[in-house]
């Protein structure tokens, strides 16, 4: 997963600052022949790479192709300090999504080909499935997913391990951590649910070997409406990144690469000016938008999400805030793309951090109008016109917070509009539409 930092003061066209980190999964590092062009340090060194669709670049992962293209593309811009730091080049992934197909007596376990649902299994990760396998979905008689046919129930597996284990409060950070393990099944009227819980502790002891990590949890989630039940271990999932402590269910959208992401958001935070109002759009559980209310302290912070499965989340990762923070916090379940001037209106920093394919369309607009300056007063004023005057109750609903933290402090309402952009991208292609709209 890709992770792009894009700062821009005033206008989006005016570029300040970016900063791109290293795209390539990666597995364990395992002897392979050389490539004379390329530093073995610098070389993926897994013995999967011709077989596996996960990984795109096996050399020279210092300087990937494309970074070329970027640091033109920057230049071109009249961006003269493009930064591009690579992070850890290999085994850093920390979260990963597989496929299960087959059958229930030998599934495949793997990643997709590129363009198709034949899934490409990993020899290594076969080995240490083959015992679980027969012990859980053969006993169970659980048949994988099958696309052609539409038939069959578990479709993925996902695993996540954290670099610190703040699960329990008071307890001391350790390097291990702890690990998720969750199942995703397709038909809603899978009820095997009781017997699956007898066979995890099975599961967990194939999956995840004690010694490498103490603490587990294993849930289930039904594919069809992304229901989760937890079967055993902790119930909540929790890493420390940015500053704050994270809680994550296993619907939560989470970034692989861990570290990574915890240096794009130190990163972040040098951009955002001490006691400034964030709006934090494609918020999900409010990662971004909470760590910047502890390290920058915000006089408020409203984070917009779609997904109302992340509420649960947003709200446990609050209740481990500093009580020394004081800062507004709100969070919306809401899509951006509806009236998107009504979440920019009173901020001073907007953070965007959209999906791959990028930012919705009218919130592309909007941010592309309160770019032109002679039209900020114009749009203050009939902005607030329109809300007094607003009745459509959809909308006054995604105006209300499902959540809500009050500030200490008592501040004055602003109806300014935001300064800076800040955009995270993990689209390359989809990043470059966006610039190339504001030329």
Not at 84 to 90: G, Q, Y
Not at 326 to 355: F, K, M, R, Y
Not at 395 to 412: D, F, G, M, P
Request: glycine share 6%; aromatic share 8%; with cysteine.
């Amino acid at each position: 997963m890709a992770l792009s930092l894009f700062s821009f003061a005033a206008q989006p066209s005016q570029l300040i600052k970016s900063r791109e980190t290293k795209t390539q999964s990666s597995l364990t590092p395992l002897s392979v022949s050389a490539n004379p062009n390329s530093s073995p340090a610098c070389a993926l060194q897994c013995q999967h790479f011709d077989s596996c669709s996960g990984c795109t670049h096996q050399w020279n992962l210092h300087r990937p192709v494309v970074l070329d293209e970027v640091t033109e593309f920057f230049r071109d811009l009249g961006v003269s300090d493009f930064t591009f730091d690579t992070c850890r080049l290999w085994g850093w992934r920390c979260r990963a999504k597989l496929a299960v197909r087959g059958s229930s007596d030998k599934p495949l376990v793997g990643l997709y080909e590129e363009g198709t649902h034949n899934v490409r299994i990993i020899p290594t990760l076969m080995l240490l499935l083959n015992s679980s396998n027969k012990a859980g979905l053969a006993k169970l008689d659980v048949q994988p997913y099958d696309e052609d046919s539409g038939t069959g129930e578990l479709r993925y597996v996902q695993m996540a391990v954290t670099l610190h284990n703040t699960s329990l409060l008071g307890r001391k950070d350790t390097a291990v951590g702890a690990d998720h393990f969750g199942l995703e099944f397709e038909k809603r009227e899978f009820t095997q649910f009781r017997q699956v819980k007898c066979l995890s502790p099975i599961l967990m002891e194939k999956w995840w070997p004690k010694q490498l990590c103490p603490s587990s949890s294993l849930c289930m989630g039904q594919f069809s409406d992304l229901e989760w039940r937890h079967l055993l271990g902790e119930r909540d999932f929790w890493e420390h990144v940015g500053g704050i402590d994270v809680a994550l269910a296993p619907s939560s959208f989470g970034q692989a690469n861990t570290r990574a992401f915890d240096s794009l958001l130190r990163k972040l935070h040098t951009y955002v000016p001490y006691g400034t109002s964030v709006t934090d759009l494609y918020a999900g559980a409010g990662v971004i938008g909470l760590s910047l209310a502890v390290a920058r302290k915000c006089r408020s912070v409203k984070c917009v999400e779609i997904n109302k499965e992340a509420k649960a989340s947003f709200e446990k990762t609050i209740s481990r805030l500093p009580e020394s923070v004081d800062s507004s916090i709100s969070w919306h379940q809401a899509d951006t793309s509806n009236e998107p001037l009504s979440w920019l209106e009173g901020s001073d920093v907007v953070v965007v951090d959209p999906p791959r394919k990028g930012l919705d369309p009218p919130l592309l607009d909007a941010l592309q109008t309160i770019a032109s300056s002679e039209r900020k007063a114009q749009l203050s004023e009939s902005s607030s016109l329109k809300e007094k005057n607003e009745k459509r109750p959809w909308i006054l609903r995604a105006r209300e917070a499902a959540v809500q933290i009050e500030s200490k402090t008592t501040w004055e309402k602003s109806s300014s509009l935001p300064q800076t952009l800040i955009y995270i991208s993990c689209g390359w292609e989809s990043f470059k539409e966006v610039c190339d709209c504001n030329r």
